[in-house]
């Protein structure tokens, strides 16, 4: 034991005092020329040698992560923007009741020593917006969420959201008020005007002709914007889809002039007659007998309710090895006022 340990230290002591070592050439670099290089040289033939390289699986590739982008690009959806111009309140449960009154309190004149009369008192109506409850169960696995090279649960959490809005959009122009919003085109219309047309029965004018506008079109949009009574005109917007806009926005006055005015400042609204427009994809296409077009202050006619934000739980545990991500939001909305919206209906009459 002894000897083998003399050995050692003695083997260090002469690498230590020699400075550097002296290493043996390469196989390939040897004089006469006898490793693989001088084989290829006489024989044509050598030992087979790899080397690493990106460009080939086998010789490494699928060692190198590929890089994809972190932010997932998508197509926007058409969100309507009904929620931006309507009223919205919250509310502690799914139950949500308003009340309108139909008609002012009469008064009268009289001498300064004449009887007075009772005069009628107001009369109440109850406005209940329909409620339901939309939501979304989307699930990944485990490993899915850990691996992936962007953040899963964020992107899933962001298309809810946007689905969700595109969703609820819907439901307040077209919804049937079953389990969902009633939208205010599915409110009942008549023609007659605010005076002797049933409460929550919404007012449209006919623009002259099916599917089509008639001979001066600008005068049947003047026509549904003074048909809005004067409290109401303050803070008014006209709501259509692009298809309709892109129609509208061609209209010219007799001198040549065009009806449609585009915003002066950045963030400012295009108008149309001096009002805002909105731009709203559920709108429907213009057609026979279609709603193409509203009008009104939806601050005052159209009421939205909804029971809190969006909510989203996260469940690893319900169906292992999947984490499912339900989603759920509770909202309704009908109209609250029928003389603050006015529609035109494509019709001859």
């Known amino acids: 034991m002894d000897m083998t340990t003399d050995t050692l230290e003695a083997s260090f002591e002469a690498v230590t005092m020699k400075g550097p070592i002296d290493r043996p050439m390469l196989s390939g670099a040897r004089s006469g020329g006898r490793g693989a290089f001088g084989g290829y040289l006489r024989a044509g033939t050598t030992a087979e040698v790899k080397a690493f390289a990106g460009t080939s ?3 490494g590739g699928v060692a190198i992560p590929q890089e994809i982008d972190a932010v997932i690009d998508a197509t926007l959806n058409a969100i309507s923007p009904i929620r931006a111009i309507a009223n919205v309140v919250r509310v502690g449960s799914a139950g949500y009741r308003k009340l309108v009154t139909t008609g002012g309190t009469a008064s009268g004149w009289a001498a300064e020593d004449g009887a007075r009369s009772e005069t009628a008192t107001p009369n109440f109506a109850e406005i209940a917006p329909p409620f339901g409850e939309l939501y979304a169960n989307p699930s990944a696995t485990q490993a899915m969420l850990d691996d992936a090279a962007f953040d899963v649960e964020a992107w899933l959490a962001g298309e809810i959201a946007a689905e969700f809005a595109k969703a609820e959009g819907a439901a307040f122009v077209n919804g049937n008020g079953t389990n969902r919003p009633r939208g205010f ?16 029965t919404l007012q449209y004018l006919a623009s002259g002709a099916a599917g089509d506008f008639a001979a001066n079109p600008q005068d049947r949009l003047i026509d549904l914007v003074q048909s809005l009574r004067a409290p109401y005109r303050q803070g008014a917007v006209f709501v259509m889809n692009s298809a309709t806009l892109a129609r509208i926005r061609k209209f010219k006055t007799s001198d040549g002039a065009f009806i449609w005015s585009p915003g002066l400042a950045a963030g ?3 108008t149309l007659l001096g009002y805002p427009v909105v731009e709203a994809e559920d709108m429907p296409d213009i057609a026979a007998g279609s709603l193409s077009i ?3 202050n939806f601050r005052a006619g159209y ?5 809190s934000e969006t909510a989203i739980l ?8 999947f984490v499912t991500f339900y989603a759920t939001k509770r909202i309704g909305g009908c109209v609250s006022n029928s003389e603050a919206i006015k529609l035109m209906k494509f019709a001859a009459n």
């Open 57 to 59: 699986d086998a010789a």
């Open 185 to 200: 085109l599915a409110s009942p219309t008549v023609a007659t005007g605010d005076a002797t047309r049933a409460f929550g």
């Open 303 to 307: 009421l939205i309710a909804e029971r």
């Open 268 to 270: 400012q609204p295009a």
């Open 314 to 321: 996260r469940d690893p545990y319900s169906n292992k090895p």
């Open 294 to 296: 509203a009008f009104g």
